[in-house]
């Protein structure tokens, strides 16, 4: 097994202002936040705030509990196929019972 780090993690984005920078990347795990600074928001107009929207820079060497690998399904694509086989098992469990 390999290990779960965020270089073989599928959040791990190493593109954009990324691409060149060795051993650095950003997770997409989460969807950006908003940066804020509260004392720099109180002293300086809001043409001056830095901020913004920021993702998580990593290290391709970190790690997280979010580790998924490259290639591995979407929760919703895991769900999808549970509620299949759940409506598959009711569909034989009712074949069973209307034959009797």
């Known amino acids: 097994m390999s ?4 270089e073989t993690c599928r959040f791990f984005f190493k593109e954009g202002d990324y ?14 936040t908003l940066r804020c600074n509260w004392e720099l928001l109180m002293s300086h107009p809001p043409e001056l705030q830095p901020g913004g929207y920021g ?3 990593v290290y391709d060497d970190d790690w997280c509990g ?13 769900i999808e196929e549970a509620v299949n086989s759940l409506h598959a098992s009711i569909d034989a469990v009712e074949s069973a019972v209307c034959r009797n």
């Open 66 to 78: 979010e580790y998924r690998p490259i290639g591995s399904k979407s929760d919703v694509e895991r």
């Open 3 to 6: 290990e779960e780090r965020c």
């Open 19 to 32: 691409e060149n920078t060795p051993k650095v990347g950003e997770c997409k795990r989460m969807p950006p």
């Open 55 to 57: 993702i998580p820079v």
